[in-house]
């Protein structure tokens, strides 16, 4: 391990905003990070960079987790649970997936980011969650440097959530993830209408999971900037929920908006329609904007600061406030 003093973050953030860490060291094993916490208690944990805008410097200790690793684990006939280090890259871990006949995550294929981060915000498409095979969830507790197991129960995920966004935020760093995953009798999930429309044009009317993954990364393709070559966070914004009396007084006036139920007396609101009605779609604005393709999408157009990008997606809630009386969240970690 080698700490390094002033280094810009920029390659270390899709958002590609150019801040600098007073001091950064990165760790490749779960001994190193134990090290590393047992001297130093005010940390900035860094990961993929992928659910992140960085609006100033940082002056604590960036601990950057680049720790790799992947264990097959209690396989049997149906399933395997499989353990994957918190620095493995997201994608590739599903598409390591798919190769070894693995289901449950090919719905969520392509999304940016590392595995050790998919817990916190619970990440989900197209109609699964990512809980949905979590099978526990390993930690490490920052204050003490002892090692913690979660259970599903204890992570207490919800849409886009999770304990360590809450009542655990900083106090925890995720080191590993493990999953169940099964390898037949795969529970396909393909009800939303662009998986459909993608298999049909593909002639696929069985699909397996790699037809499903294929056909997702099809879709975010289409729709969604590389960040490599736009920054980017993927979606900045979480889809409102909204109570059904509130939806029927907001169908009065706009007829054709679309909707999720979620139970009995809520509604999911895509939050990409809301900003695409009320103009921002495809909107520049300096150096940032909302992407032509997808209006949840704000993006970097070279050199935007963060603090441009935060005050976009300000006056995009104030607007959807306005036009819809809808309080529209931020998903991305604003810091």
Same mark, same amino acid.
């Given at each position: 391990?080698?700490?390094?003093?002033?280094?810009?973050?920029?390659?270390?953030?899709?958002?590609?905003?150019?801040?600098?860490?007073?001091?950064?060291?990165?760790?490749?094993?779960?001994?190193?990070?134990?090290?590393?916490?047992?001297?130093?208690?005010?940390?900035?944990?860094?990961?993929?960079?992928?659910?992140?805008?960085?609006?100033?410097?940082?002056?604590?200790?960036?601990?950057?987790?680049?720790?790799?690793?992947?264990?097959?684990?209690?396989?049997?006939?149906?399933?395997?649970?499989?353990?994957?280090?918190?620095?493995?890259?997201?994608?590739?871990?599903?598409?390591?997936?798919?190769?070894?006949?693995?289901?449950?995550?090919?719905?969520?294929?392509?999304?940016?980011?590392?595995?050790?981060?998919?817990?916190?915000?619970?990440?989900?498409?197209?109609?699964?969650?990512?809980?949905?095979?979590?099978?526990?969830?390993?930690?490490?507790?920052?204050?003490?440097?002892?090692?913690?197991?979660?259970?599903?129960?204890?992570?207490?995920?919800?849409?886009?959530?999770?304990?360590?966004?809450?009542?655990?935020?900083?106090?925890?760093?995720?080191?590993?993830?493990?999953?169940?995953?099964?390898?037949?009798?795969?529970?396909?999930?393909?009800?939303?209408?662009?998986?459909?429309?993608?298999?049909?044009?593909?002639?696929?009317?069985?699909?397996?999971?790699?037809?499903?993954?294929?056909?997702?990364?099809?879709?975010?393709?289409?729709?969604?900037?590389?960040?490599?070559?736009?920054?980017?966070?993927?979606?900045?914004?979480?889809?409102?929920?909204?109570? $059904?009396?509130? *939806?029927?007084?907001? =169908? #009065?006036?706009?007829?054709? &908006?679309?909707?999720?139920?979620?139970?009995?007396? @809520? %509604?999911?609101?895509?939050?990409?329609?809301?900003?695409?009605?009320?103009?921002?779609?495809?909107?520049?604005?300096?150096?940032?904007?909302?992407?032509?393709?997808?209006?949840?999408?704000?993006?970097?157009?070279?050199?935007?600061?963060? $603090?441009?990008? *935060?005050?976009?997606? =300000? #006056?995009?809630?104030?607007? &959807?406030?306005?036009?819809?009386?809808?309080?529209? @969240? %931020?998903?991305?970690?604003?810091?």
């Amino acid at each position: 391990m080698h700490q390094q003093k002033n280094i810009s973050l920029k390659e270390f953030n899709t958002f590609g905003i150019d801040v600098k860490a007073k001091s950064y060291i990165s760790v490749t094993s779960k001994a190193e990070l134990v090290e590393v916490l047992s001297k130093n208690k005010d940390v900035f944990i860094l990961s993929g960079g992928s659910n992140l805008l960085l609006t100033k410097d940082i002056d604590q200790l960036v601990v950057h987790l680049n720790t790799k690793g992947i264990l097959e684990e209690n396989k049997t006939p149906s399933e395997t649970i499989v353990t994957v280090q918190a620095g493995e890259n997201w994608h590739d871990f599903v598409l390591w997936c798919i190769g070894k006949n693995y289901g449950g995550l090919e719905n969520l294929s392509l999304i940016p980011g590392n595995v050790g981060t998919c817990p916190i915000q619970n990440i989900g498409a197209y109609g699964v969650e990512v809980k949905d095979c979590i099978n526990s969830v390993e930690a490490i507790e920052i204050a003490t440097g002892k090692t913690k197991h979660f259970s599903t129960e204890e992570c207490e995920f919800g849409y886009r959530n999770s304990v360590f966004k809450n009542e655990l935020k900083g106090k925890y760093v995720i080191c590993s993830v493990s999953f169940i995953l099964k390898s037949k009798e795969h529970e396909l999930n393909f009800s939303y209408g662009a998986i459909q429309n993608e298999l049909h044009a593909n002639g696929i009317k069985e699909p397996s999971i790699k037809n499903i993954s294929d056909a997702v990364i099809s879709i975010r393709n289409s729709k969604l900037p590389n960040p490599k070559e736009i920054g980017n966070s993927g979606s900045f914004f979480k889809n409102p929920i909204i109570s $059904k009396n509130h *939806f029927i007084e907001l =169908q #009065k006036k706009f007829p054709n &908006i679309p909707s999720y139920p979620v139970s009995e007396t @809520e %509604i999911k609101i895509p939050a990409g329609w809301l900003i695409e009605q009320s103009g921002f779609k495809g909107k520049r604005i300096g150096n940032t904007g909302s992407h032509k393709n997808q209006a949840l999408v704000l993006v970097n157009y070279g050199n935007a600061t963060g $603090k441009e990008i *935060f005050e976009l997606a =300000q #006056k995009i809630q104030k607007t &959807i406030k306005t036009n819809f009386d809808i309080d529209l @969240e %931020i998903e991305v970690n604003v810091i």
